[in-house]
């Protein structure tokens, strides 16, 4: 029942910008904690952002600070991706997670930055 669908992922060089979108249903989403993971061929799953739903705090790994902003749109059961000034080193699946820690996975986006 629970369905998480990532868009938003493509190809952008080197200081460009993406915005990811997760379509969440089959769930209250309200009331879940929303998070983007993601992985590089050959390394381990990152933690990249949470966003929870009390006070809409946010958390956002050290590699993404300042340049990545997580948001949410409860009423349009939505979580976001904005990504700035990428690197290479962003080069990855982004995964949109339900859950804190995470229960429920999104089949994820790629997202390449390249020249």
């Known amino acids: 029942q629970v369905q998480l669908v990532e868009s938003g992922g493509g190809l952008v060089q080197p200081g460009g910008s993406l915005r990811l979108s997760c379509a969440a249903s089959g769930f209250t989403f309200s009331i879940y904690h929303m998070s983007w993971y993601r992985q590089a061929p050959e390394k381990a799953r990152e933690l990249v952002a949470t966003v929870f739903t009390t006070g809409g705090r946010t958390r956002y790994a050290d590699s993404v600070q300042g340049r990545f902003t997580i948001s949410r749109d409860n009423a349009k059961k939505t979580v976001y991706l904005q990504m700035n000034s990428l690197k290479p080193e962003d080069t990855a699946v982004y995964y949109c997670?339900?859950?804190?820690?995470?229960?429920?996975w999104g089949q994820g986006t790629q997202v390449t930055v390249s020249s």
């Open positions: 997670t339900q859950g804190y820690p995470p229960v429920y």
